[in-house]
């Protein structure tokens, strides 16, 4: 998986973000959320758009980028399976 | 105990001194229930109808995977199953929102209140009103975009409070956390919290902790796509320029 740094217009200050790529393809963007509205989960990162089986209703945040490529990599795999 | 529920019915249809009284006699005080605590489990089979005397709650179904989706919000004066006691068991489940005052009445005496025309003209308004809003939150859901979406969501619940006095005629307090309303407008908490940045950076919220201020009601109401239409009241019905708040 690759992820390519990206800045996002989200009209807060959560605009560090990254496009996910799985074998060269987009399938993710995510965003760190970096505005202080977001309380204590501020510094986790949050999915904004997912593609292919990586979209969700009602995604977890993830603690870094390690924990937000386990996730995507299990959607991926799920969608395999189905 | 029974003025919220004769301020939400007489917001749909006038009713005779006979009638309140009757009402007020067959409400009660009803009973207690915590903040979390279950009025009827989704799937369980209910013979009396709930009514909200005081505090908040909201209906809601569960997902397979434990995701909920909040589909009403219930307020003081609500009837939260009218004619609930005909199903087999509940499509949905209710729970309270803050501590609640319920009261509950048999089918026994929903047959005295319908009996009544008034009585039973006001309570086919509430229960046409409950689809409507239904209609209305779909419409939200499916073809408006986040802060939209939330400001609706905030003009409703000013209005719906307004008509049983638990809002002034341009601020309320917000009973609903941001993952409550994102469970009811289908968003994640993020995309909430950025809907209600975003309104009060246009200015047309304030918002200190769970007090919402609305500065220029007619623009938040503007900016929501909001026609009170929909929630059927009499002042709106009518024209008439002033409501009960």
């Known amino acids: 998986m690759e992820f390519r740094e990206i800045k996002v217009a989200t009209d ?16 993710a963007v995510i965003v760190r959320l970096d505005d202080p509205s977001h309380g204590p989960a501020k510094g986790q990162w949050s999915l904004e758009a997912g593609f292919n089986g990586v979209e969700s209703t009602k995604p977890p945040l993830f603690a870094n980028l390690q924990a937000a490529e386990r996730w995507i990599e299990l959607q991926i795999a799920d969608r395999i399976r189905v | 105990m029974s003025a919220a529920i004769l301020g939400k ?3 749909l249809h006038p009713l005779p001194d006979d009638d309140r009284a009757l009402l007020h006699a067959v409400v009660g005080r009803g009973r207690p229930l915590k903040a979390g605590d279950d009025i009827v489990r989704e799937g369980e089979r209910t013979d009396v109808v709930h009514v909200i005397l005081e505090g908040h709650g909201y209906r809601y179904k569960t997902l397979a995977d434990g995701k909920r989706q909040i589909i009403g919000y219930l307020v003081p004066g609500d009837f939260c199953d009218l004619y609930g006691f005909l199903l087999d068991r509940m499509d949905h489940g209710m729970a309270a929102r803050t501590a609640c005052r319920i009261t509950e009445l048999s089918e026994e005496h929903i047959l005295m209140l319908t009996s009544r025309p008034a009585l039973a003209r ?9 689809a409507s809003i239904l209609r209305e939150w779909l419409v939200n859901m499916g073809r408006r975009t986040p802060s939209v979406r939330v400001a609706h969501i905030l003009c409703e619940l000013l209005v719906r409070l307004q008509v049983v006095g638990e809002a002034t005629s341009d601020s309320f307090r917000l ?22 940045q975003k309104l009060r950076n246009a200015g047309l919220i304030l918002q200190t902790n769970r007090e919402i201020a609305i500065p220029d009601v007619t623009a938040l109401k503007a900016f929501a796509d909001f026609d009170p239409s929909y929630l059927h009241f009499r002042k709106d019905r009518d024209e008439s320029p002033e409501g009960r708040a």
């Not at chain 1, 807060?12 to 399938?27: C, F, N, P």
């Not at chain 2, 006001?122 to 409950?130: F, I, R």
């Not at chain 2, 009973?175 to 809907?195: M, P, W």
């Open chain 2, 122 to 130: 006001a309570l086919w308004w509430s229960e046409l009103v409950n």
């Open chain 1, 12 to 27: 807060s200050a959560d605009e560090e973000g990254r496009l996910v790529l799985h074998e060269g393809r987009l399938v």
């Open chain 2, 175 to 196: 009973e609903l956390s941001q993952a409550e309303l994102g469970d009811t407008v289908g968003l994640t908490t993020v995309s909430v919290n950025r809907a209600l």
């Open chain 2, 9 to 11: 019915l007489e917001a």
